[in-house]
């Protein structure tokens, strides 16, 4: 993803993602298209985004994904931020370019990002790489630098897929 892609994000959450997706993207050339079923995340989001942005190319969609058009080539990237992505992976497949990344973001069990893989084999999607996100804080203090007692473990999963084209699937 780079300046001047066509970018859809689904969940908004607080609009922090989509803040850091427009400057990616820029101001021209790209569009970020952010859908979510909760007007009010929807309102917050752009509420806060536009502390850092005032994009002309972001279409917020107060729906799932199912109902946002494909158009030309398709999204170079999909970003699910949802609870049960599993269920949307086929709809984001269809919407992303052959070579475009599906990036899902599945807090907090390793069976969510297996049930994820599982749907994935119904799809022109490969998965690239799966991490799980850690968070250790650090006490900062002249001389005494260390890590924080409270550690949290993790805090979610990033599966990262590509799209394939259907000449590649049929050799995969």
């Given at each position: 993803?780079?300046?001047?892609?066509?970018?859809?994000?689904?969940?908004?959450?607080?609009?922090?993602?989509?803040?850091?997706?427009?400057?990616?993207?820029?101001?021209?050339?790209?569009?970020?298209?952010?859908?979510?079923?909760?007007?009010?995340?929807?309102?917050?989001?752009?509420?806060?985004?536009?502390?850092?942005?005032?994009?002309?190319?972001?279409?917020?969609?107060?729906?799932?994904?199912?109902?946002?058009?494909?158009?030309?080539?398709?999204?170079?990237?999909?970003?699910?931020?949802?609870?049960?992505?599993?269920?949307?992976?086929?709809?984001?497949?269809?919407?992303?370019?052959?070579?475009?990344?599906?990036?899902?973001?599945?807090?907090?069990?390793?069976?969510?990002?297996?049930?994820?893989?599982?749907?994935?084999?119904?799809?022109?999607?490969?998965?690239?790489?799966?991490?799980?996100?850690?968070?250790?804080?650090?006490?900062?203090?002249?001389?005494?630098?260390?890590?924080?007692?409270?550690?949290?473990?993790?805090?979610?999963?990033?599966?990262?897929?590509?799209?394939?084209?259907?000449?590649?699937l049929q050799s995969f």
């Amino acid at each position: 993803m780079r300046s001047g892609s066509r970018v859809l994000e689904s969940g908004v959450g607080s609009g922090a993602l989509s803040a850091v997706l427009l400057s990616i993207i820029g101001p021209s050339g790209g569009r970020l298209v952010s859908a979510d079923t909760d007007a009010q995340a929807i309102s917050l989001a752009r509420s806060n985004s536009s502390r850092f942005t005032d994009a002309d190319n972001w279409e917020l969609v107060n729906s799932d994904i199912h109902s946002v058009q494909r158009g030309g080539d398709g999204f170079d990237a999909v970003f699910l931020d949802l609870p049960q992505p599993w269920d949307y992976l086929e709809r984001a497949s269809e919407l992303c370019r052959p070579g475009g990344m599906v990036v899902c973001y599945s807090p907090p069990t390793y069976n969510q990002v297996e049930r994820t893989l599982e749907a994935s084999r119904d799809t022109h999607l490969m998965l690239v790489e799966s991490c799980t996100l850690r968070k250790e804080n650090i006490i900062v203090r002249p001389g005494s630098t260390r890590p924080d007692n409270n550690v949290i473990g993790h805090t979610g999963f990033i599966s990262f897929y590509i799209r394939l084209s259907g000449m590649e699937l049929q050799s995969f």
